[in-house]
């Protein structure tokens, strides 16, 4: 049985592979459009997988797995505080306590509203991925600096050492005190990019203590950022968390943040295969009309396979099998085309801005290459072209001695 089918396959792959079907007619087209087909699908792929993986990692490095924030009042007592979280799940590993506000940010002649988060940059280090996002300075800075997005940076005109002044309302829904108004100048010591266009253009970081020296707070905090084993069992915990804490607090996950998005890409993804997959599908039809006209040329061929026994059934695995060569040939020439679009995407995009972030909330994409990516796009494209090429191999198969023979 082994050695029939090395036959098969060999018998198969020399009706195929000679310099009349490589070099002439319609078949090198119709294998370069199998070729660029995959190649799309591998790249659009890549893409929209990597659209995804940079929004959920830009997630978690600027605002952690999980945010736990107190309604209406601020948090007093911060040991209290954290031990009731940490005895709510084991999985938690880290929990870290940040403030923030609405302020406004003035320089060089412009004004703008910004958010104002306040942390302890050294125990938010071991939550947050902020290092990583650095593009100019250190947020391991003096006291009276801060560290600013780079759309912000950009709009502004803002370098390393440039003063801004931050200007915040201590009428606060926490407080019941008259509006008054407080600002304070403050050195740029770092510029970020968070991996999010609203935070590069809104988003400012500061110590603790000066937030708190800001805004008045004393010794007292907005909420915690939490840290768990699995980023993935996010949305899971934080229900369990919310349901232990009550409706005192309000907690908040990667996914759900951005929870219409996730899955508009997800929709997005499927919608988008098909309809390159598309190209795949013409070009494997084109393929079985070229397999049509080998087929025409190979009449004497088969007629002399039957006169020496070859029975209808053998025939016709003979040149599905070259619909099966074509499509793995195909694949891999797509992959490695894919590999290089994908490739090219990522160059195009460091020199030009390709995605608007203002629409699509990122302005860069870190390409992701996906072994399931590429396992559907094997499968669809080889079903695709076998499919295609049953129709002239069950015609090639019926054909009668007498009839090849009769053939020029």
């Given at each position: ?51 995804e ?12 797995d ?11 007592s ?49 939550i947050?991925?902020?290092n990583?996002?650095v ?21 502004y ?20 005190d ?6 304070q ?36 905090y ?24 009550g ?16 899955k ?73 085309v ?60 019926r ?10």
């Open positions: 049985m082994f050695r029939d089918l090395k036959f098969k396959f060999w018998l198969s792959g020399r009706l195929l592979f000679n310099k009349q079907i490589l070099f002439g007619g319609s078949a090198p087209l119709s294998f370069l459009g199998l070729v660029l087909g995959v190649a799309a699908l591998v790249a659009s792929m890549s893409v929209m997988r990597g659209f993986s940079s929004l959920k990692q830009a997630m978690i490095d600027v605002t952690s999980i945010q736990i924030i107190k309604k209406g009042k601020l948090i007093e911060w040991d209290e505080f954290s031990a009731e979280i940490q005895k709510i799940d084991p999985s938690i590993q880290k929990i870290a306590k940040f403030a923030y506000t609405e302020a406004v940010i003035a320089s060089k002649g412009k004004v703008s509203g910004v958010l104002i988060q306040g942390f302890d940059f050294e125990q938010v280090g071991e947050l991925n902020l990583s996002r593009r100019e300075g250190s947020l391991n800075s003096a006291p009276g600096t801060v560290a600013i997005g780079q759309g912000l940076a950009k709009r005109s803002l370098k390393l050492g440039d003063e801004v002044y931050l200007a915040v309302s201590l009428a606060t829904p926490f407080e019941d008259n509006f008054k108004r407080q600002a100048a403050f050195k740029i010591a770092a510029i970020l990019d968070f991996g999010k266009n609203d935070w590069n253009e809104r988003l400012v970081l500061s110590q603790l203590p000066d937030f708190q020296g800001l805004t008045q707070i004393g010794d007292r907005t909420g915690a950022f939490v840290k768990i084993a699995d980023s993935e069992k996010a949305p899971e915990l934080s229900h369990k968390i919310e349901n232990e804490l409706s005192r607090y309000a907690v908040l996950n990667w996914y759900e943040v951005n929870k219409n998005l996730f508009a890409v997800k929709y997005e993804s499927v919608v988008i295969f098909f309809v390159v997959f598309l190209i795949v599908v013409v070009a494997a039809f084109n393929i079985s009309s070229t397999l049509y006209v080998l087929i025409r040329q190979r009449y004497q061929d088969i007629a002399i396979l039957k006169a020496l026994g070859s029975t209808q059934r053998n025939i016709q695995i003979i040149f599905v099998m070259q619909g099966l060569f074509v499509a793995c040939l195909g694949c891999l020439c797509g992959f490695f894919g590999y290089l679009l994908s490739q090219g995407f990522m160059f195009l995009q460091s020199q030009y801005t390709l995605i608007s972030g203002s629409v699509y909330k990122i302005d860069r994409i870190d390409i992701r290459l996906s072994w399931i990516d590429f396992f559907f796009i094997f499968i669809a494209t080889t079903t695709a072209c076998l499919l295609a090429t049953y129709p002239p191999a069950r015609k090639g198969s054909l009668t001695v007498v009839e090849g023979l009769r053939e020029d």
